[in-house]
């Protein structure tokens, strides 16, 4: 496990597709933890003062995604860490957060996420949901540890990862 002394490592990096629980279980780890959650979506929100949809409806993607990278800069702190579904994609967040963190694919099928975000409101690339997963996929691939989650509860997927660590 990653010495938590380190303030600027993040202990516990989960990534994965819209669906995959991120948010949810990095509420659950986090408390396990003792440390706080971040979600990068948050904090690029808190910053622009605007919606995930809106930036990427003003802006474009291309616009998010920098905004996203500063966000994955700036992450500090022995903490669990709840990234967009598109942010470990990037090769430069990838880089940084495989260096100083556990990162973790949460991976779900396409079934369960769709069940799990529905018509995906707030969610931008949710009608591209199934193409996007099969970009993606490999990529999540990368992270040092990898949790099946559909079937389970956030408790169960919370547990099998605090036991992988």
Known sequence: MIAPTDPRTPRVVLVGPPGA???TI?????KELGVDLY???AGIERETGRTIPEIFAEDGEPAFRALERLE???LSGPVVADLGGGAFCQPANAERLLAVGRVVFLDVSEAEAA???GGGEGRPLASTWAPLLARRRPLY??????VEVDGLGPEAVARRILGML
């Open 39 to 41: 979600d990068t979506d």
């Open 72 to 74: 994955v800069a700036a």
């Open 26 to 30: 990095g509420r659950k780890l986090a």
């Open 115 to 117: 069940r799990r975000i």
């Open 21 to 23: 629980g991120k948010s």
């Open 141 to 146: 691939g990368r992270a040092h540890l990898r």
